[in-house]
Every structure is written in C-alpha cells, then in structure tokens.
C-alpha cells in the first residue's frame, strides 16, 4: 500500500492546510486536503453540503475522501478537523505517521475569525471551538504517532520542527 509521507490532525484553526502546503513545498511532495477532496466530489463548497445535505450526508462523504487519500496519496495529507470523530477514520489511519498539530482555544479563535467557511463555527465560534477541542482531543492523541504545539508560533516555525521530527 502506498502510503502518504504525513497526515496532519487537528482542531479547525489548527493550521493543517497551512503547514500542510509549507510542509509539502519542503519536501517537493504534493499536498492533499481532504476538504478539497470532498468540495470537488461535491462540486460545492463545504458550507453548502451542510446547508443543503446536512452534517452527516458531509461525514460519509468524509469518510470516503480519507480512505481513498490514505490509499492513493504519497505527499502530505491534510484532514479535516472532524475526520476523527468516525472509528472507521481513526482504524484507517493505524500505520501511517499521523501529526497532531494542537492549538489552545485562543489561538484557535483568532485563526478562524481570520476566515470564513467553516459551517460548525457560524455560530458563537468561541463556545462551540471550546466544546470541539475538549470533546476531540483524545482522538486526536489516540491517532497521533507525533504531537507538534502550534501556539504562539508561525507556520514557518512549525514546519520546521515537523521536517527535523520526521527525520527519524
Ligand atoms: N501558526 C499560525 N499562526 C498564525 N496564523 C495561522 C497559523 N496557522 C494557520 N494560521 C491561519 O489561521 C487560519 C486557519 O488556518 P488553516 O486553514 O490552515 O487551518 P486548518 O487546520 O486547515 O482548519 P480547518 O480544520 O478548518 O480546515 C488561516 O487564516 C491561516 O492563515
Ligand atoms: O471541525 C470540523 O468538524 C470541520 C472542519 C473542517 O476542516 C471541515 O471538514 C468542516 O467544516 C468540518
Ligand atoms: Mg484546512
């Protein structure tokens, strides 16, 4: 099975698409995120799947998305922030060099005000981040092989110490 170089986990605002692009420049690898891989099945944007399917029409959709990302994809592997919560994900992912990228709730809220798009977050992002990363982080440590602090730190800092930690 070919198997992606690193998956990258974590919270919404945790900046997986962000050092996952950096961290993919650096090794001269592709990228892959699995929201883009779910928008372009969709043809629409993540916003609107949830609008007009609703969350768990999106979560199958998901599911299918990492499983063939896992199989096919040998560059960085992006997840969405909710690939965690279904089992069959985090069975999918026993084998591969998984990164959790952590952030602390500050952090996280004003990474995600910066942008739009993130259907959970329309509502009081504040609380409901609160609520994700309390109810997340243990699957995120239960499918972590590497657990990278993303706080206070630039993206370029982090990819940095992500190539020294895969070097082993
Ligand atoms: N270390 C960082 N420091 C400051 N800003 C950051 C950092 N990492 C990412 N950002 C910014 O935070 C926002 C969210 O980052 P990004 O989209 O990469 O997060 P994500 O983990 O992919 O989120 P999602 O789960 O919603 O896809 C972007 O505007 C990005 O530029
Ligand atoms: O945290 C989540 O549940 C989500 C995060 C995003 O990456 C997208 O996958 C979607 O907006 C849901
Ligand atoms: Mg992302």
């Known amino acids: 099975m070919s ?14 698409s962000t050092v996952g692009q950096l961290l993919a420049q650096a090794y001269g690898v592709p990228f892959r995120d699995t929201d883009a891989d779910v928008e372009a099945t969709a043809g629409k944007p993540i916003s609107e799947i949830f609008i007009d ?3 768990p029409h999106f979560r199958a959709m998901e599911t299918a998305a990492v499983a063939a990302a896992l199989a096919e994809h040998e560059g960085v592997l992006a997840l ?4 965690v919560l279904a089992e069959d994900n985090r069975a999918l992912l026993a084998g591969h060099t998984v990164v959790y990228l952590s952030v602390d709730l ?12 993130r259907p959970l977050l329309n509502f009081n992002p504040r609380a409901t981040l609160r609520f994700l990363l309390d ?20 993206p370029e800092e982090i990819t940095a110490e992500l190539v020294e930690l895969l070097k082993g």
């Open 135 to 154: 109810q997340r982080r243990p699957l995120y440590e239960q499918v972590a092989t590497h657990t990278v602090g993303t706080d206070g730190r630039t």
């Open 106 to 117: 500050s952090d996280a809220v004003s990474r995600v005000g910066l942008g739009q798009g």
């Open 3 to 16: 198997k992606p170089l690193c998956v990258l986990v974590g919270a919404p605002g945790a900046g997986k």
């Open 80 to 83: 969405g922030g909710g690939a």
């Open 53 to 55: 399917e609703g969350e």
